[in-house]
């Protein structure tokens, strides 16, 4: 969170291009090892389970075990990226007007957005308890229909960018190159990925199907629906934030990672 970084223009980024890196060198370092000691095939005969027959290559039983103490560990972990993150982007929006004013309040102890984190956390159960009665695969789904709604979002901010610095005399040299070609570039493409992920998800083989439908389609269609109509509810009720202010988004990216 680089509101919580020294300098957080230069330091954030460069801490995810890292984490990215190194993520990425410690799997291909133990596929690689692993695929080395027991053949090419190993991955995908253990592949519901490839860390605990690893893991009796390296520490002899029980001490094995420990390795399901690091996966679970590294679950909890996972999981709080994803709430963490998300309560405080539903504080920003609620605080600008964008969401109810109720998901903007913060615990005068903890001084956490302890609205917006519970909303979140009831969410969550819902969403799972309605794709475990729909859904034959529920963590496949959710990544499925999870994928729809980036494609949407970011295909929506590509086509923004130059939109929003189109009356502020910055297109020139580099600057049309980052403000207009590339994000119009990304967005056609994630238009094209969502249009063709709506096809090929509309009846999957291997998901359960909703009135003919398959449930990541249903549920990714489903909440852009729901979250149309928060947007239009809240045109209504706090049109404000829908208006443009001077000088608040004119400014383009000083600084790249």
Request: proline residues 6%; hydrophobic residues 55%; aromatic residues 8%.
């Amino acid at each position: 969170m680089n509101e919580e970084t020294r300098n957080s223009i230069r330091t954030s980024g460069r801490a995810g291009l890292a984490s990215v890196v190194i993520l990425l060198f410690v799997y291909v370092l133990v596929a690689t090892a692993a695929q080395s000691v027991h053949g090419s095939g190993f991955l995908a005969e253990h592949a519901d389970d490839v860390f605990s027959a690893l893991a009796r290559d390296v520490l002899p039983p029980p001490w094995d075990r420990l390795l399901i103490l690091g996966v679970l560990t590294s679950a909890v972990a996972a999981a709080q990226t994803t709430v963490i993150p998300t309560a405080r982007c539903v504080l920003s929006m609620a605080a600008a007007g964008a969401l109810p004013a109720a998901l903007a309040s913060v615990h005068p102890r903890f001084q956490t957005p302890h609205a917006a984190t519970w909303t979140l956390g009831a969410g969550s159960c819902a969403w799972f308890a309605a794709l475990s009665f729909w859904s034959t695969d529920v963590l496949a789904d959710s990544i499925l229909s999870t994928a729809l709604l980036v494609a949407f979002a970011y295909a929506l901010t590509g086509y923004a960018c130059p939109l929003v610095y189109r009356k502020t005399g910055i297109f020139s040299g580099k600057n049309v190159l980052v403000l207009a070609v590339l994000p119009l570039l990304g967005a056609t493409t994630l238009t094209w990925v969502f249009a063709e992920s709506c096809v090929s998800l509309a009846k999957p083989a291997s998901a359960g199907l909703v009135l003919g439908v398959g449930v990541p389609l249903v549920v990714g269609v489903g909440l852009l629906l729901v979250g149309a109509l928060i947007m239009a509810a809240r045109f209504f009720m706090h049109p404000a934030f829908f208006r443009p202010v001077k000088g608040n988004a004119s400014r383009p990216p000083e600084h790249a990672p």
